[in-house]
């Protein structure tokens, strides 16, 4: 799904990858429970740095739902795939190593070598399906 059929309050704090949006780490979370309050499951998401001439895609630092089980109504699986992510994500907050995974994009190393901070430019891409799209 494209995120852009969020309502534009979910992606007034977006930033745009590609076709793509991205959350910083201290929005994520308050956009995951609005969407997830409207009725938007999250399929996950992973962590990019996202500059101005260019983005970094660790596409291992993922945090990810399960898929709907049959039978799974749309409400329990909205919940669920909250609560997932939310986990996911927070498991990577904690665990991870920003700088350290920075060191291993050449682009980025020659950035925070002209002193530039990328870890503001990391955020989480996200992706969001309305039950619109429920079969």
Same mark, same amino acid.
């Given at each position: 799904?494209?995120? !852009? ?5 979910? &992606? ?8 793509? $949006? ?7 979370? %308050? %956009? ?14 992973? $962590?990019?740095? %996202?500059?101005?001439? /260019? ?15 049959? /039978?799974?109504?749309?409400?329990? @699986? %909205? ?11 927070? &498991?990577?907050?904690?665990? !991870? ?6 060191? #291993?994009?050449?682009?980025? #190393?020659?950035? #925070? ?8 430019? &990391?955020?989480?891409?996200? @992706?969001? !399906? ?6």
């Amino acid at each position: 799904m494209s995120s !852009t059929e969020l309502p534009s309050h979910l &992606l007034a704090q977006a930033v745009p990858s590609g076709n793509e $949006f991205g959350w910083r780490s201290s929005d994520f979370p %308050v %956009v995951l429970r609005s969407a997830a309050a409207e009725g938007f499951a999250c399929l996950g998401g992973q $962590f990019q740095w %996202v500059l101005p001439d /260019g983005r970094c895609e660790p596409y291992w630092l993922n945090a990810d739902a399960r898929p709907r089980q049959p /039978g799974e109504s749309w409400a329990a @699986y %909205v919940h669920r795939t909250e609560a997932e992510v939310a986990e996911g994500f927070d &498991l990577l907050l904690r665990t !991870t190593d920003f700088d350290a995974e920075a060191e #291993k994009w050449q682009h980025l #190393k020659e950035k #925070k070598a002209q002193g530039v901070p990328v870890n503001d430019y &990391l955020v989480f891409i996200a @992706y969001f !399906t309305p039950a619109a799209n429920d079969a």
